[in-house]
């Protein structure tokens, strides 16, 4: 596995091009571009981008890249509200977050739901990114994030997520991916750190040697407001309620005019990310300041160690 030299102010790299894609790139109007999932389609990266519409309701946007090595944005959202009565009063304010989790041979779509009764975590499936599946409403009201292990543990489907109002993660198990039950605690905000105030879910895991890769955003309250960044935890394969490593320092942090300034200032949010196994480079896919969709890069050995090592803790 290639060795990233980690040289700069963080540990994740920015796209000099950044941002990827904001409101200027856009062939129609809206209010707003937020944050992307990803998944790589018949060798190809293709993005599902939140889009706010110039009325304030959110839908999921494919978005791939062009001859012209750019992503274009389809103007058509690939998944919006539900036409279904029961499920459309939780999506009156839009679809939104999508993290895309490969699951045999499938594309699952773990995405929020914003409605009159709060927030509610939605699955969908997709083999082609043409026709989708809707599986259905997945969570109790007020869950506000969730992603898909892209397999099994013990048996049963697994995921990780951010219940209720208590700002922590955890993990929950199906054996259907409708009905989800055996919560158990992973991590909470810890006083002190980076990540004091609450956390919550990024990407999906990803699986490595030492176990799973979990990258999560954590705020932290300041008198002007929360600042977002982003960190990693590393947990046990078959018990990811196990946690062997954690960030003690973010490896991303909003700094650059376009993460600091936006709809929402001092953002960095991710939902997507693609780990590349022959060289180990991990391309991170983040919002910034809830305005546009950057690129970040780095080494997944780098950010391990980091929380194995001098850089993490529990």
Sequence with gaps: ????????RDMVHRWEG???IDIDDLDFRCSNILNAGVAVYQDRTTLLVTIEDLAGYRSIHLARKGRDGRFHVEEKPFMTRSRDPVTRKH???GVCDARVTLLDGV??????????HGFR?????????????HIGLVSEPDTKGGALFPRKIAGRFARIERPGEGRSLWVSYS???????GAELVITPRGGYWDPSWIGIGPPPIEIKEGWLVIYYGAKDTSSGPIYRLGAVVLDREDPTGVLGRSDTPILTPRERYERIGDLPNIVFSTGAILDEKTGALKIYYGAADSCVCLGTTGVQQIVDHCLGDGGGC
Excluded: C, S
Excluded at 175 to 181: A, E, F, I, S
């Design 1 to 8: 596995m290639h060795r990233f030299k980690v040289i700069g």
């Design 18 to 20: 950044n941002p990827l």
């Design 91 to 93: 999506e009156t304010g």
């Design 107 to 116: 594309y699952h779509i773990m995405h929020v739901a914003q409605g009159e």
């Design 121 to 133: 975590l939605a699955l969908a499936t997709t083999k082609d990114f043409v026709e989708i599946e």
């Design 175 to 181: 054996d259907d991916l409708v009905y989800w039950g």
